[in-house]
């Protein structure tokens, strides 16, 4: 079973101009603002802003999981086909029983939105009792995607025994099925 305790997620931005200073990131801040309304269990956020790149997200994510102890980690940027758009396979090589429903629902609901949400390659997976998911770096399009994968994620946590997390039911309601 898992622990109840504060769960401690990791919020990922992959940016070589984000991480340089040339503009803000507006996209990690938006999944924390989205956490902070849909979760009323107790949780810390730990933020990290990197360049684009296999070497630095695969690193990341793999302090994030073995050092820092994250229960959850989410990330925003590099999953387009630019050449330096290496999130999904350096999530794989950190995490690497992945999830497909949760990239094949991403790019389902986004494709409602906008026609280049076919040139996304989200992934989900999860490293131990780590789950990280994958997602686009536009805020409106992390909100919607969001939406549709939140309420898999208190369940997905349960299952990996990570840190026991609950969703406020009027933003996101998470489902888990009923014990026999």
Do not use: W
């Amino acid at each position: 079973m898992n622990e109840k305790r504060e769960a401690v997620i990791g919020v990922v931005t992959a940016s070589d101009r984000a991480s340089a200073g040339i503009y803000e990131d507006e996209s990690g801040p938006a999944i924390a603002a989205y956490l902070q309304k849909a979760l009323t269990s107790p949780f810390r956020i730990v933020r990290r802003i990197i360049p684009d790149g296999f070497e630095s997200v695969r690193d990341t994510l793999i302090d994030l999981s073995d050092n820092i102890g994250c229960d959850l980690i989410v990330t925003t940027g590099g999953t387009g086909p630019a050449p330096r758009d290496l999130t999904p396979e350096a999530t794989l090589a950190a995490a690497p029983r992945e999830l497909p429903g949760f990239g094949e629902l991403m790019r389902k609901v986004s494709l409602t939105q906008t026609p280049t949400a076919i040139l996304s390659r989200q992934v989900a997976a999860h490293r131990g009792k780590c789950l990280v998911i994958n997602l686009p770096g536009k805020p409106a399009a992390i909100e919607l995607c969001l939406d549709a994968v939140m309420p898999a994620v208190p369940y997905c946590l349960d299952l990996i025994g990570a840190a026991y997390i609950e969703t406020d039911p009027a933003r996101v309601a998470a489902f888990r099925p009923k014990a026999k």
